[in-house]
Nanobody, 123 residues
């Protein structure tokens, strides 16, 4: 499966962005999905993950109540709605897909990665 992330950009603190990850080349409903981010000098971290049919979700503590992950298997797309953005959310955001049923927070479980989209939050 190939993944194409989009929707990043520059936004002021308190603003919102919606990231999209379009999948192609395989039946997307066969994969769980996740959004990861990596800021300069920091390790890649999972911010949100979702199971194959959206029944299970995970959020990092730092984004709970502000970010929402969702998926539309008919459109082969997973989304990350980001509200109340903070400067510490600045990072490159990556979408990933895993051949497993449930959501996973471990990068090692993901087989496929998108190219990343930059999110910059100005304070």
């Amino acid at each position: 499966v190939q993944l194409q992330a989009s929707g990043g950009g520059l936004v002021q603190a308190g603003g919102s962005l919606r990231l999209s990850c379009a999948a192609s080349g395989s039946t997307f409903s066969s994969y769980s999905a996740g959004w990861f981010r990596q800021a300069p000098g920091k390790e890649r971290e999972c911010v949100a993950a979702i199971g194959r049919i959206g029944g299970t979700t995970y959020y990092a503590d730092s984004v709970k109540g502000r970010f929402t992950i969702s998926r539309d298997n008919a459109k082969n797309t997973v989304y990350l709605q980001m509200n109340s953005l903070k400067s510490e959310d600045t990072a490159v955001y990556y979408c990933a897909a895993a051949q497993r049923i449930l959501a996973s927070t471990s990068a090692t479980n993901y087989n496929y990665w998108g190219q990343g989209t930059q999110v910059t939050v100005s304070s």
